[in-house]
């Protein structure tokens, strides 16, 4: 299985911080890699897919860079809605898997 | 505009079998599209179960290969998972999704067989 390993596990930060979030993929995964935001009592919303491109819909604010094993979530300009649980999650191989999250808290 | 709405049985004693629809609305299952479960335990991340294509075709986790099985009912526009012999680790919110199948290419390379549609989930808790 190739093992999504995600970092910070958590943040406090500030409206308007500029955040990233990095992921690691335990084997190439080339950039068959997608970002979720997911807030409390909700179904997950995907942002990124790709590793880079931005699904319809998703503000701008939200860019995502990373081939083969390294991959990075940054928002540009943190605003309260975004404070949210964010995961990464393979799509290279079966098993499909997710990183074990990120949590974005207000500083 | 793509909706997916799961249902089933909150409450499930051990060792019994969940048994979970999901709806479709606004796409034919029939497409090229992986239909697939995601399940999350409280507090916890995100687990794929599996997932199957309208002609049948499954892939299953390896961690519950053993216990799923993923069904698709054409007529009804909906798929269903079974999962057997429960435990109160199988306690999840459990989520549908869609994602695309490439069928090209330039679909493939461009990434996006991704999740690009959810379910808003529903809590299966196993208790007796």
């Known amino acids: 299985d190739i093992q999504m390993t995600q970092s910070p596990s958590s943040l406090s930060a500030s409206v308007g911080d500029r955040v990233t979030i990095t992921c690691r993929a335990s084997h190439d995964i080339s950039n068959y890699l997608a970002w979720f935001q997911q807030k409390p009592g909700k179904a997950p919303k995907s942002l990124i897919f790709?590793?880079?491109s931005l699904q319809s819909g998703v503000p701008s604010k939200f860019s995502g860079s990373g081939s083969g094993t390294d991959f990075t979530l940054t928002i540009s300009s943190l605003q309260p809605e975004d404070f949210a649980t964010y995961y990464c999650?393979?799509?290279?191989?079966?098993?499909?898997?997710f990183g074990g999250g990120t949590k974005v808290d207000f500083k | 505009q793509v909706q997916l709405q799961e249902s089933g049985p909150g409450l499930v004693k051990p060792s019994e079998t969940l048994s979970l629809t999901c709806a479709v609305s606004g796409d034919s299952i029939s497409g090229d599209k992986w239909w697939s479960w995601v399940r999350q335990p409280p507090g916890k991340g995100l687990e794929w179960v599996g997932e199957i294509y309208h002609g049948g075709s499954t892939n299953y986790n390896p961690s519950l290969k053993s216990r799923v099985t993923i069904s698709v009912d054409k007529s009804k526009n909906q798929f269903s998972l079974r999962l057997s012999s429960v435990t109160a680790a199988d306690t999840a919110v459990y989520y549908c999704?869609?994602?695309?199948?490439?069928?090209?290419?330039?679909?493939?390379?461009?990434?996006?067989?991704?999740?690009?549609?959810w379910g808003q989930g529903t809590l299966v808790t196993v208790s007796s």
């Open positions: 790709g590793a880079s």
């Open positions: 999650q393979q799509y290279d191989s079966y098993p499909l898997t």
């Open positions: 999704a869609r994602r695309n199948l490439c069928t090209t290419t330039s679909c493939y390379t461009s990434g996006l067989e991704y999740f690009q549609h």
